[in-house]
């Protein structure tokens, strides 16, 4: 558990830096292009996230668990790993360049697709698969460090209103920036990697992971395919909006990510020799989740009115309203990520497949319906009902696999108390002419002064998970 546990604190670090820098950058970004501009640049990665696929097709999740599980194996693994990468990089962005002109939704947006879309053969030789699997998580975050530092120092220099064209350019160096460090770090553990993997080995291990290959699709498609919708159907300009609505939400989502990432080897070596454990753990991580998602939750709804115009300009207010929405899908993952990573760790990625084409076939289908009269907010409803869905049916698949994990029941009930102080302070004592980032930092300071003594969290626990041996 200590190396999970530290090396969520090491990435978890760095994901902080990133996105700090993240919220300043994008507020250049937007107030520098407007609507419009962030619209067609954010359009764009979305709808190049489908064409890396096949680079990814659960290729390097399965070669992270085998890595977990057998570390000895770097080398011939790697090269069976660069030699499928290699091999499904190449046609897509083909196929990309080739369809722009068709698939863009303006002329901004066809300009800049053959740019961003070279991010994805960049990152196929990052090899950051060995960094997760050898649980080496520094490494990684010190390579998101620098390529966060990278793109923001580019953007303040080189973005200009009106041209998204050096937006792309200094995206692509951004993920040059991390895939480079990343991969001198690999081979120097690693060594050289033998490059003689068989046609059969390949194929072998393609149609393995075709489970988490399916999944990486279906999680592309209901967390991508609202922007890529409301470009089509609404304009850009809509997809701006959304854009800023959807950034703290995302920080969120990539925190939980995160932990998912430093989850999965922890989870796969530990289900070799405890499914008892892992269960145990489910319910452990599960309960310290819902002690920053219901907060964060709660503060949202009482100050998403006025954060998003403070921090991106009034010309974004309009993005309020699908902020708070979004947030309540951005508050169960954290909570859900646990049941989702410790179904692929047991080895049950085709039912997680399965949770995740739900969940995206639900989110297809009523963005279809609901973006042409409510638009992204619209968009913004079906993201939690796709949440929903996919929580819904991991439950039931952890459930068989190895039973109900338990709940802290009492630490939850703490921390909705401390939470409910801090809404009670927020709405009545806190006048409403202050800024939003000064009721953020009010609540968070509230909360944070009831959780200690209703010991939401022991200062005993977090030595305890510190020093614990794996």
């Keep these: 558990m200590r190396r999970a546990v530290t090396g969520f604190v090491a990435m978890g670090a760095a994901t902080l830096f990133a996105q700090i820098v993240g919220f300043f950058i994008l507020a250049v970004i937007a107030r520098r292009l407007g609507p419009d501009g962030l619209g067609s640049y954010s359009f764009a990665l979305n709808l190049v996230g489908y064409f890396a696929i096949p680079a990814n097709f659960g290729i390097t999740a399965l070669a992270t668990r085998d890595l977990a599980r057998?570390?000895?194996?770097?080398?011939?693994?790697?090269?069976?790993?660069?030699?499928?990468?290699?091999?499904?990089?190449?046609?897509?962005?083909?196929?990309?360049?080739?369809?722009?002109?068709?698939?863009?939704?303006?002329?901004?947006?066809?300009?800049?697709?053959p740019i961003v879309g070279l991010a994805f053969l960049i990152e196929t030789a990052s090899l950051g698969f060995v960094l997760f699997g050898f649980q080496r998580f520094a490494a990684m975050a010190a390579a998101r460090v620098a390529g966060a530092l990278t793109f923001a120092v580019l953007v303040l220099v080189f973005v200009d209103a009106g041209d998204t064209v050096p937006l792309a350019w200094i995206h692509l160096a951004g993920v040059a920036a991390t895939s480079v460090i990343t991969a001198i770090v690999v081979l120097r553990l690693s060594g050289r990697p033998r490059l003689e993997a068989?046609?059969?080995?390949?194929?072998?291990?393609?149609?393995?992971?075709?489970?988490?290959?399916?999944?990486?699709?279906?999680?592309?498609v209901y967390y991508t395919v609202d922007s890529v919708l409301l470009g089509y159907i609404k304009g850009t300009e809509e997809v701006g909006q959304f854009a800023v609505a959807y950034r703290i939400p995302l920080a969120i989502l990539a925190f939980a990510a995160l932990w998912g990432s430093v989850l999965f080897p922890h989870f796969s070596a530990l289900a070799e020799r405890s499914r008892v454990e892992v269960r145990e753990q489910i319910g452990y991580f599960a309960s310290l989740a819902l002690t920053l998602s219901l907060p964060l939750l709660v503060g949202a709804m009482i100050v998403g009115d006025q954060l998003i115009p403070g921090l991106f300009g009034d010309v974004y207010e309009r993005a309020s309203t699908p902020f708070v929405i979004l947030m309540a899908a951005a508050a169960l993952v954290p909570f859900s990520i646990n049941w989702g990573t410790a179904a692929i760790a047991l080895g049950d990625e085709k039912h997680?497949?399965?949770?995740?084409?739900?969940?995206?076939?639900?989110?297809?289908?009523?963005?279809?319906?609901?973006?042409?009269?409510?638009?992204?907010?619209?968009?913004?409803?079906?993201?939690?009902?796709?949440?929903v869905v996919?929580?819904?049916?991991?439950?039931?698949?952890?459930?068989?696999?190895?039973?109900?994990?338990?709940?802290?029941?009492?630490?939850?009930?703490?921390?909705?108390?401390?939470?409910?102080?801090?809404?009670?302070?927020?709405?009545?004592?806190?006048?409403?002419?202050?800024?939003?980032?000064?009721?953020?930092?009010?609540?968070?300071?509230?909360?944070?002064?009831?959780?200690?003594?209703?010991?939401?969290?022991?200062?005993?626990?977090?030595?305890?998970?510190?020093?614990?041996a794996a």
């Design 70 to 113: 057998d570390p000895d194996r770097v080398k011939p693994l790697l090269g069976e790993v660069m030699a499928i990468q290699g091999a499904l990089s190449l046609l897509p962005y083909l196929a990309l360049v080739a369809l722009a002109p068709l698939i863009a939704a303006d002329e901004a947006s066809e300009a800049i697709l």
């Design 390 to 468: 996919v929580f819904a049916y991991l439950i039931e698949r952890v459930r068989r696999l190895v039973g109900h994990p338990p709940l802290d029941l009492s630490r939850i009930g703490r921390a909705a108390a401390a939470t409910a102080v801090m809404a009670l302070v927020l709405v009545l004592l806190v006048p409403d002419a202050w800024t939003a980032g000064t009721k953020v930092a009010i609540g968070a300071l509230v909360f944070a002064a009831c959780a200690a003594p209703l010991r939401v969290v022991e200062p005993a626990e977090i030595r305890k998970l510190w020093t614990r």
């Design 198 to 220: 068989r046609p059969r080995d390949m194929v072998r291990r393609f149609r393995a992971g075709v489970p988490l290959g399916v999944s990486a699709v279906m999680i592309s």
């Design 352 to 387: 997680q497949a399965i949770a995740v084409t739900l969940g995206a076939v639900l989110n297809l289908v009523a963005n279809l319906i609901v973006i042409p009269p409510y638009g992204m907010t619209g968009a913004a409803v079906t993201t939690v009902a796709a949440e």
